[in-house]
T-cell receptor, first 118, second 116 residues
Framework: GAVVSQHPSWVICKSGTSVKIECRSLDFQATTMFWYRQFPKQSLMLMATSNEGSKATYEQGVEKDKFLINHASLTLSTLTVTSAHPEDSSFYIC??????????????FGSGTRLTVV | KNQVEQSPQSLIILEGKNCTLQCNYTVSPFSNLRWYKQDTGRGPVSLTIMTFSENTKSNGRYTATLDADTKQSSLHITASQLSDSASYICVVSAQYSGGGADGLTFGKGTHLIIQP
């Protein structure tokens, strides 16, 4: 089945530094990947849609200069949290849908990255 | 506004018992409804996906139902096990009109605890 690998699974960084999170589709290609943020006991909130070879589409209220997304290949999307602050501490999750599959095909989620900014 | 409401917010049951989780939605135009299981600190894992024409789908001890007329879905868990302790998230997809996300609306989830 479709597998999405997300790395790292957790990271602690100092305030003001940048952190990169990787999302890889291991056994399929994905032109589109999605980045979510989840606070404790809350639902997933879509941050942005990552499109291979083009600019990401950000949801309203998400700072594109703070959350840099790069989707350089059909199997890799990265999210960089720049100048991280403690309020950026959260659980970040990516998902992907195999190339050529319609919206009725199930999404595969990564295992998530727990970011703690100190 | 598209919304997905799940109930109960949390549920505690004894191991071996059955339980049913509810999902009501106002997403339109409807495309499909998915149930996911999310273990603490992990990404969601798909359990079932149903389109408009499907009213029930099973995956092992998990059975999802869909009533597109009343815009309700349920997830029934049979003979619960300790490993079923997790959050269960209902996600409804609107028909894709191109660009951006695929119109997914997430519920807040039901936090299920199975006690021995």
């Amino acid at each position: 089945g479709a597998v999405v690998s997300q790395h790292p699974s957790w990271v602690i960084c100092k305030s003001g530094t940048s952190v990169k999170i990787e999302c890889r589709s291991l056994d399929f290609q994905a032109t589109t990947m999605f980045w979510y943020r989840q606070f404790p006991k809350q639902s997933l909130m879509l941050m942005a849609t990552s499109n291979e070879g083009s600019k990401a589409t950000y949801e309203q209220g998400v700072e594109k200069d703070k959350f840099l997304i790069n989707h350089a290949s059909l199997t890799l999307s990265t999210l960089t949290v720049t100048s991280a602050h403690p309020e950026d501490s959260s659980f970040y999750i990516c998902s992907a849908r195999p190339l050529g599959q319609g919206i009725n095909y199930g999404y595969t989620f990564g295992s998530g990255t727990r970011l703690t900014v100190v | 506004k598209n919304q997905v409401e799940q109930s109960p917010q949390s549920l505690i049951i004894l191991e071996g018992k059955n339980c049913t989780l509810q999902c009501n939605y106002t997403v339109s135009p409807f495309s499909n409804l998915r149930w996911y299981k999310q273990d603490t600190g992990r990404g969601p894992v798909s359990l079932t996906i149903m389109t408009f024409s499907e009213n029930t789908k099973s995956n092992g001890r998990y059975t999802a139902t869909l009533d597109a007329d009343t815009k309700q879905s349920s997830l029934h868990i049979t003979a619960s096990q300790l490993s079923d302790s997790a959050s269960y998230i209902c996600v409804v997809s609107a028909q894709y009109s191109g660009g951006g996300a695929d119109g997914l609306t997430f519920g807040k989830g039901t936090h299920l605890i199975i006690q021995p």
